[in-house]
């Protein structure tokens, strides 16, 4: 007892001491190169756990043991060893060479960008929360080498196209896949338009990720960079990390954030506002005025109290029933609304008066902390967004979670969670579009005047024409496309470090399991009401429900080993083991009915015909087991070799299994002694990969069941099902090869990454060739066998990339600082080969015009009828007239001859200006939109051509003599937009994409507040006219080829602010 009573007081005399002996110190960290203080930077007392960071001023404050040292280290800063003393002023210098070099490779793993032998790219929080962004494709662009990013529309929720380094499926997916904190995620539309040219666009589920919940994203575009992944990366991998919690002091960080900002078209399609309403005239004439006609062939609209039929001036039947109107004429349509049928010629904007100006709100709160061996990191975000057409608009709101527990040194835990519900309402593109019932409204109506239903009967449209075309207001008020989604994905996840008896500064071994979930409801309502037109007849209208229930389940095992070889530490070793299985499934289904009973109800239980049903389930699996050997030597040399084993259920029983290896080689050769310490030349390294990776199709049963309603799921079944009430499984139209297999890509990539002055200049360097065979697609077969197609493996592409990014800090002081960043990107997509017998695989649009893959030219093309021309490219004329081949051809690539981004950031003082300008050279697109308005003669290219005879040049095709036929100028452009070469245009464009400027507020109490304002889509030029090049149909594989009535591309100017404490 007296032994443990003296043992007591002994540990109680050395606590005392221990804890006399603490000394608390203070003092503020600041840079060097401007003097502001360092935030977050960690104080670590040597030797010891013991720590914290700067507050928002720099400051700190610590208890610390007598003759303590302190260990001061921040991202992108040289770390220092210093002693510590009561007060003190620590200035950190910054490390050119470690800033930004840390990237997030294939399975979460962090590594120094040094160390890889491929091209990889990382766009920070300050690169994706500018300019007021709410999708995260919108805030990508231009800011990527390799990267092609198409945003369909300026319509809130528009789907956008992300291809990495050329398209690599004729007719399968092309996007890359989204790995959000390590869970991989669906990111593509549930329904595409694809090759269809009638429907709403359908948002992409990447639009379920608010941006500013987003650290950073790293982007693998190569095979050897995405490999680890598997056969669902074979189109690359955008990599997202999301905020997690960080030290500050032990007190929490409050962030909100709030912007609001007005849209507008940002290029208008101009009508012509001289000639009338009216039919092609003759001899060279205009046509009379016709209020019921399409076109605007018509006489000159000052000229309309003039006319023969319903001018106020002349003897007609109106003057006879109501008496002259001098200077006025008779429009029936205004008499059918119930108004004064006799107004004064007037023209009217009814492009601008119809589009609203747009709204968009966007807010966000987070909250985060680090405080010892506790993380965590909330959020929540919201936006509202109007559209610039009536009834168009998207909510969203978001909610996050992360926290990252340390049990011990062995042991620590965690999780990320992310819940989003968007609704979305949208409006149909090309057929399906009112912008043709919009642009063809003659500039003589009022269409914003004149009521759009007849009174007491909302039903019955006032139309400015024949009944052919609706009118554009009363569709606005009774069609709805919506979308609905509600989603939660995330991960949670358990890391152990065994404890070894070996030198943990050399050798470290982590296990990792990490499980995750990915489910999602997606619901879509589209609404035609009751009275709505087809082919000119009112109709009961239609309505279809559809939408998708998916579940993912994803669980992933590493084992990650790191080793120092030898003493002297040049030799660096790693292995990673891992196994990862992916489980999916979804339940999918579609109801369709025609003819409301009323109108005012537009359900499905209010139609008197159901035309369609369907709900089938489906089911995936993916395990695969991969392993990554990485070795380097003295901090110059480094190889990385992988291999990954798939096994996929969407493929034939007994062809499931399928490897795919990489390899890359990075040499710094800035590490010569001959080299080292070069100011000029300060870095500079050479790299190589190779790789092989494959991508899935899907292998179905050869039956599928035909329901109650209509004539067979998939319409194809030469007997309609039900026969008698009875139902019947019938054989699929596709027959699938047992045979078939993953399409194979392998893919060899060079590049050189080269640092001049300091670093000051950073330069990268990639080229890239593809070469994709064993393409999964469907082969037109016999008859006779049963089947239209054969889905087989069969075709060849391949794909040369080349891209260039240099980055430039011109300007680096206390007051200013001047960064300059130019991208460029070069690409050509080439069909090698199809299937035998098949030239070309249709990738969407009409029976003429078409987006096709062809073999032996690029990918993809445009093929529609062109000018009839002699051997020396004249026109050949038929009566005067140019006319068109009997069969398509090949009109011209879609793929731009290259891509340029200019990223300007500056800052002087408190006030910082970015801005981001793109470049695109080349590329064609069918703009459908222009050839049918310059048919209807309704565009300003359209005016010298309405009255007035003239002499097409050309050569007269029966004759063979140059042509002397004179024709009218009308008959010269109907007949020349009659032909669908007229309708291809080139794509070029520069466009000033974003421009954000931003003023730190003094810091007041601890609060950091800023404010800002920013445009987006600020300035065009093109050669395009009325219309953003970049506007095109659909999310599928002709996205940016084709354009015909689609929603017109936005211009945002707003402001906000944040605020920091």
Not at 916 to 929: A, E, I, R, S, V
Request: glycine fraction near 10%.
């Amino acid at each position: 007892m007296e032994k443990r009573l003296m043992t007591f007081i002994a540990c109680l005399f050395l606590s005392l001491g221990m804890a006399l002996a603490q000394t608390q110190v203070s003092g503020k960290v600041t840079s060097a190169e401007d003097g502001e203080p360092v935030i977050g930077a960690s104080i670590k007392v040597a030797g010891t756990n013991t720590g914290t960071v700067t507050d928002v001023d720099g400051n700190f404050s610590l208890n610390v043991p007598a003759g303590a040292k302190l260990e001061v280290t921040y991202l992108g800063m040289l770390p220092q060893t210093v002693k510590a003393v009561q007060k003190m002023k620590i200035v950190l210098e910054a490390d050119n060479k470690t800033l930004d070099e840390v990237v997030v490779t294939a399975m979460g793993i962090s590594r120094d960008k040094k160390a890889l032998g491929y091209a990889s790219q990382k766009l920070g929080s300050e690169d994706l929360n500018i300019a007021g962004t709410s999708s995260l494709a919108s805030a990508m662009q231009g800011k990527l080498t390799g990267v092609d990013i198409r945003q369909s529309s300026g319509a809130p929720g528009a789907s956008a196209q992300i291809v990495i380094r050329g398209a690599r499926s004729f007719s399968g997916d092309n996007t890359p896949l989204y790995v959000v904190d390590g869970m991989p995620i669906a990111s593509s539309a549930d329904f595409s338009t694809g090759q269809s040219v009638t429907g709403a666009d359908k948002a992409n589920r990447s639009i379920d990720i608010n941006p500013d919940d987003i650290e950073s994203i790293d982007v693998l575009k190569g095979q050897a960079a995405s490999a680890l992944y598997g056969i669902r990366a074979s189109n690359g991998v955008i990599i997202i990390t999301t905020k997690r919690g960080k030290a500050n002091a032990g007190r929490p960080v409050i962030t909100f954030s709030t912007d609001l900002s007005a849209q507008t078209v940002s290029k208008k399609f101009e009508r012509q506002t001289v000639y009338a309403q009216g039919n092609t005239g003759k001899g060279g004439s205009t046509g009379a005025y016709n209020p019921n006609s399409s076109m605007s062939w018509g006489p000159k609209i000052t000229d309309l109290a003039n006319d023969a039929t319903y001018g106020g001036n002349t003897d007609n039947v109106y003057t006879q029933q109501y008496g002259k109107h001098e200077g006025m004429y008779y429009n029936p349509k205004y008499a059918a609304a119930g108004l004064d049928g006799w107004t004064t010629p007037q023209t009217y904007d009814n492009v601008g008066d119809f589009f609203n100006t747009g709204f968009t709100q966007n807010s966000n709160f987070g909250i985060s902390q680090k405080n010892g061996n506790l993380a965590y990191s909330f959020g929540i975000g919201d936006t509202y967004q109007k559209g610039i057409i009536p009834s168009t608009g998207m909510m969203r709101t978001t909610a996050r979670g992360a926290v990252d527990f340390e049990i011990n040194k062995q042991w620590k835990t965690g999780f990320s969670a992310n819940y989003s519900s968007t609704k979305i309402t949208s409006a149909p593109g090309a057929n399906d579009s009112f912008m043709s019932y919009l642009y063809g409204a003659p500039a003589e109506f009022n269409l914003k005047g004149t009521p759009y239903h007849k009174p007491n009967s909302p039903s019955d449209q006032i139309l400015y024409r024949s009944g052919v075309f609706q009118n554009p207001y009363w569709w606005a008020a009774n069609s709805e496309y919506r979308q609905a989604t509600n989603r939660v994905f995330g991960n949670a996840y358990v890391e152990f470090r065994p404890n070894f008896n070996w030198d943990k500064e050399r050798f470290n071994l982590v296990f990792r399991e990490q499980a995750g979930l990915d489910v999602y409801t997606t619901t879509n309502d589209d609404i035609n009401e009751y009275g709505t037109l087809v082919s000119g007849n009112k109709t009961g209208g239609s309505i279809e429900n559809y939408g998708v229930q998916r579940n993912v389940f994803n669980n992933l095992f590493t084992a990650n080993f790191t080793a120092k070889l030898d003493a002297a530490q040049k030799w660096d070793l790693g292995f990673l083991l891992g196994s990862e299985f992916n489980h999916e499934n979804a339940r999918t289904w579609d109801y369709a009915g025609d003819n409301f009973l009323f109108y005012g109800q537009p359900t499905i239980s209010n139609v008197s015909k159901m035309t369609y049903n369907s709900e089938y389930k489906s089911e995936e699996r993916t395990v695969g087991f991969f392993g990554q050997l990485s070795l380097s030597y003295a901090n110059q040399l480094y190889l990385t070799v992988t291999g990954r084993n798939d096994i996929v259920s969407t493929m034939p029983r007994g062809n499931r299994s399928f490897f795919y290896p990489s390899v890359s080689l990075g040499w710094i050769f800035t590490e010569l002694p001959a080299l080292k310490g070069n100011h000029i030349l300060s870095y500079g390294k050479l790299r190589a990969s190779f790789a092989q990776v494959g991508q899935a199709g899907h292998y179905y049963a050869n039956y599928y069941y035909v329901p109650t309603y209509g004539s067979g799921m998939y319409g194809f079944t030469p007997v309609s099902y039900p026969l008698a009430g009875q139902g019947s499984y019938t054989p699929y139209y596709v027959k699938y090869d047992p045979n078939l297999k993953p399409q194979n890509t392998m893919n060899w990539e060079f590049g050189a990454d080269l640092n001049f002055f300091d670093n000051r200049i950073r330069l990268e360097y990639t080229a890239s060739y593809q070469d994709i065979k064993d393409q999964i697609f469907n082969v037109p077969t016999a008859g006779s066998t049963g089947y239209q197609y054969l889905c087989t493996n069969a075709g060849e592409m391949t794909t040369w990339s080349h891209e260039l990014a240099i980055n430039a800090s011109i300007l680096q002081s206390k007051d200013w600082d001047l960064d300059l960043g130019i991208s460029y990107t070069h690409l050509q997509n080439k069909v090698k080969s199809l299937a035998e017998g098949v030239e070309s695989i249709f990738l969407g649009g009409f029976v003429e015009p078409q987006v096709r893959a062809q073999a032996g030219y690029t990918y993809p093309n445009i093929y529609g009828i062109a000018f009839k021309r002699d051997e020396q490219g004249r026109l050949l004329l038929k009566d005067g007239l140019p006319q068109g081949t009997s069969d398509s051809q090949n009109l011209g690539e879609c793929t731009p001859d290259f891509n340029m981004g200019f990223n300007l950031k500056a800052r002087w003082k408190r006030l910082s200006l970015s801005a981001t300008l793109d470049w695109q050279k080349g590329g064609k697109m069918y703009n459908g939109t222009i050839m049918t308005m310059n048919l209807f003669g309704a565009t300003k290219e359209s005016l010298p051509y309405h009255e007035g005879t003239m002499v097409v040049d050309g050569i007269d095709e029966a004759t063979g003599q140059p042509n002397k036929i004179e024709v009218s100028k009308q008959s010269y452009w109907y007949a020349y937009h009659e032909v669908t070469e007229s309708g291809i245009y080139d794509r070029s464009y520069v466009k000033l994409r974003d421009v954000t400027l931003s003023y730190q507020l003094p810091k007041f109490a601890g609060i950091d507040i800023s404010v800002y304002g920013f445009a987006r889509n600020l300035l065009l030029w093109s050669k395009m006219k009325d219309l953003d090049p970049e506007s095109s149909q659909g999310n599928g594989n002709m996205s940016g080829c084709f354009e015909r009535f689609s929603i017109p591309n936005t211009s945002s100017f707003g402001g906000g602010f944040k605020i920091i404490f």
